[in-house]
């Protein structure tokens, strides 16, 4: 009974000071600086109706008076847009693709085909940029992407929160993934 106690305890000792040791639970080097990590996954298919992505409140803050309008994104997904003289609007999500947000960025990031930028700590391409309009496709999950799409109208132009079309997109998005339950 002692040997085999011994023999129990030597499976436990400590690792020899400098010697490497595997881990479980920790990231991959590569996957700490992975610039498509996704750390808290959000599930976007819970939401079935995409004028809900924004609360009321949300949509009052932004100037957006009159109702959103259901309509169909350039993948086929039925998307909701908002439209007055103050702004342009439209938040787009992407459940059916499966490709997330790694397909835009091969498209619209980088110079490597990356981000360009990060949504309260989601990675996020802007495409569109004017002096007008921005999109911001933004990464929830590995599979899922949401695109918002504002555009200043012809009264908005004297806001002064209006100034940055990219800025307003990213505030707006990182609004939607506030509202997005975890996956």
Not at 34 to 62: M, W
Request: glycine letters at 12%; proline letters at 9%.
């Amino acid at each position: 009974m002692a040997s085999l106690l011994t023999l129990g305890l030597a499976g436990c000792s400590s690792p020899t000071p400098g010697t490497p040791e595997p881990t479980n639970g920790g990231e991959t080097t590569s996957a700490a600086n992975d610039p498509f990590q996704i750390g808290q996954p959000k599930n976007l298919k819970a939401v079935s109706e995409p004028c809900q992505l924004l609360t009321p409140q949300q949509l009052q803050q932004l100037g957006a008076t009159t109702e959103g309008k259901p309509a169909q994104a350039q993948w086929g997904q039925t998307n909701c847009a908002w439209d007055n003289e103050q702004l342009t609007l439209q938040v787009s999500p992407d459940t059916v693709q499966g490709q997330g947000i790694r397909y835009i960025a091969k498209i619209a990031g980088d110079d490597n085909g990356n981000p360009t930028a990060k949504i309260d700590g989601y990675p996020a391409v802007h495409e569109g940029k004017s002096s007008g309009s921005c999109g911001t496709y933004v990464g929830v999950s590995d599979k899922e992407m949401v695109l918002v799409h504002f555009g200043v109208g012809s009264e908005g132009r004297s806001n002064p929160e209006f100034t940055d079309p990219c800025a307003t997109a990213d505030k707006i998005a990182g609004m939607v993934i506030s509202n997005l339950p975890p996956a």
